[in-house]
């Protein structure tokens, strides 16, 4: 099935560093949703957005919801070791449709 | 709020032998279920649709008759996995969404089987 372009596939970087990942699709989204799966665990949902151009914050995460529908991105500021797992875009067309998924951002990071 | 469980958390069988798998929605209605699966470094990959009281909507290349998904009730859906045979070990990932959370979906803890 379709799958959401998510970039990059894994990073590693230094406690305290800011963190960008972002998805892009072929086509429109009306919801983006971003999950965090730690290893053996299953997905904890982070941000959910509903509207185009929307900014929303959870913590030291922050989500927009790109303009167009066919992105968005999550930043996490100032990074700490329990941020490490795999980041996962879902995007949703609307009401009861199934998530597409990205495949989904591994992050590692050194104390 | 917004808590989905699974049980068993992991699980151990032999090959030919069934296995059930339970999902449950503990402080809201999923007026709908999905089961996915999902392979070691992959992402997850969805089984079928389940909607309480009616029958679930499989994807493409997934076997009805092997995964058997009943939604009995708002809040418990559960996936059979029939005369399981080793390449069906896999980490299994049900989900649940009410219209009354906006529709967002929210995930169990995952439910690791190995067949031997």
């Known amino acids: 099935g379709q799958q959401l372009n998510q970039s990059p596939q894994s990073m590693f970087i230094q406690e305290g560093e800011d963190v960008s990942m972002n998805c892009t699709s072929s086509s429109i989204f009306n919801t983006w949703l971003w999950y965090k799966q730690d290893p053996g665990e299953g997905p904890v949902l982070l941000i959910a957005?509903?509207?185009?151009?929307e900014l929303t914050s959870n913590g030291r995460l922050t989500a927009q919801f790109g303009i167009t529908r066919k992105d968005s991105f999550l930043n996490i500021s100032a990074s700490i070791p329990s941020d490490v797992g795999i980041y996962f875009c879902a995007g949703q067309r609307g009401g009861n449709t199934p998530l597409v998924f990205g495949k989904g951002t591994r992050l590692s990071v050194i104390a | 709020g917004a808590v989905v469980s699974q049980h068993p958390s992991w699980v151990i069988c032999k090959s030919g032998t069934s296995v059930k798998i339970e999902c449950r929605s503990l402080d809201f209605q999923a007026t709908t279920m999905f089961w996915y699966r999902q392979f070691p470094k992959q992402s997850l990959m969805l089984m079928a649709t389940s909607n309480e009281g009616s029958k679930a909507t499989y994807e493409q290349g997934v076997e009805k008759d092997k995964f058997l998904i009943n939604h009995a009730s708002l809040t418990l859906s559960t996936l059979t996995v029939t005369s399981a045979h080793p390449e069906d070990s896999s980490f299994y990932i049900c989900s649940a969404r009410s219209p009354g959370l906006a529709y967002e979906q929210y995930f169990g803890p995952g439910t690791r089987l190995t067949v031997t």
């Open positions: 957005l509903y509207k185009a151009g």
